[in-house]
């Protein structure tokens, strides 16, 4: 049994009287601690993808499943409880809370969960050290560049330590070296045994990753009905 599994996923929307569908038939299967890159063209449904996976959005039609939970079955508060617990998310949006500052925005998912406020201070320097806003943590949001509050946004999704960590365009708001950095920082906590699942236009910066896997996304379905497309650099 997969660590993350998707079969058979319908998700449409209403706009105005219509319904569009973003998600037809989709299925995946996702092992644990493997690294996944979702690729494909603006609208094909990678965002709705990723937020499906997490438990974000309800599916119309099919099965979700995290390790034994069965989102789909799962009442909203246990649902949020759950994510909160295993999941981590990077978003297009970095959606700080303007009143606290960085070093208060990453260490959110503890104070949550109830850890002692030297405990999620303690994480959440070193996570904001480690993507280079030592310097910034006491700022709030309004005094960060774009790219900058994406990164505190990227030391909260991942201050938990998820077994899950979906990101979408987590690079968008990024210049290329830092681009680089963040992606190593993906992939060294997905060699400590997160599963990740990243959304992105530039599957060059995924490619560079060896292990590293790609679905390919067309009009909501899988191009390749595998799924997991199971050759880029460093694997056989």
Do not use: C, W
């Amino acid at each position: 049994m997969s660590f993350l599994e998707a079969a058979g996923v319908d998700k449409r929307y209403v706009v105005g009287t219509a319904p569009l569908q973003v998600l037809r038939d989709l299925s995946l299967a996702v092992e644990r601690g493997e690294m996944v890159a979702v690729v494909g063209a603006s609208g094909v449904g990678k965002s709705t993808l990723l937020h499906v996976l997490g438990g974000l959005d309800k599916v119309d039609a099919g099965l979700v499943r995290i390790g034994d939970a069965d989102l789909a079955a799962m009442h909203p508060e246990a649902l949020t409880k759950f994510r909160n617990k295993h999941v981590g998310f990077v978003f297009q949006f970095h959606h700080l809370l303007p009143e606290f500052t960085a070093l208060e925005n990453a260490g959110m998912p503890l104070r949550i969960a109830g850890r002692p406020a030297a405990e999620r201070d303690g994480k959440a320097r070193a996570m904001l050290e480690r993507v280079g806003l030592g310097p910034r943590m006491d700022h709030k949001p309004g005094m960060l560049s774009g790219g900058e509050q994406q990164r505190v946004a990227i030391a909260r999704a991942v201050i938990n330590r998820p077994e899950l960590l979906v990101a979408d365009e987590p690079t968008g708001n990024v210049d290329s070296d830092m681009a680089r950095r963040l992606m190593h920082l993906f992939s060294s906590l997905n060699q400590l045994g997160t599963t990740v699942v990243i959304a992105t236009h530039d599957a060059g910066l995924i490619g560079a990753i060896p292990g590293a896997l790609m679905i390919r996304l067309e009009q909501g379905t899988m191009v390749d009905p595998t799924g997991v497309l199971r050759n880029p650099p460093g694997r056989a």
